[in-house]
């Protein structure tokens, strides 16, 4: 079992950035695709950005392509999200998740999620 918690929501203004943390325990979650999702107000969870388990491959959405990176560092069992350039759009709720095997953007084929971390852009 792999255990994750996001950190590092908040409010910030349009055209700031925050930096999301997806902190994995349990087991060690190297060999783990991991991908970061975000679900706004009313809408399904939709797919943000992705991390080979290597760490070697990314892969984002268009709407954000550009402004956020996504990260990992095995040795902390971390995944990071960087958010620059943040709009009122990007207003959700994000979730780390992790699957093993191949990087994926469809948040049913993700093995583990945490509990979520709000992220508010005050435009």
């Known amino acids: 079992q792999v255990q994750l918690v996001e950190s590092g929501g908040g409010l910030v203004q349009a055209g700031g950035s925050l930096r999301l943390s997806c902190a994995a325990s349990g087991r060690s979650f190297s060999g783990y695709a991991m991908g970061w999702f975000r679900q706004p107000p009313g809408l399904k969870r939709e797919f943000v950005a992705a991390?080979?388990?290597?760490?070697?491959?990314?892969y984002y959405a268009d709407s954000v392509k550009g402004r956020f990176t996504i990260s990992r560092d095995d040795a902390k069992n971390m995944v990071y999200l960087q958010m620059n350039s943040l709009k009122p759009e990007d207003t959700a709720v994000y979730y780390c998740g992790g699957r093993a095997g191949a990087i994926a953007t469809l948040a049913g084929l993700y093995d583990y999620w945490g509990q979520g971390t709000q992220v508010t852009v005050s435009s």
């Open positions: 991390i080979t388990w290597t760490g070697g491959n990314t």
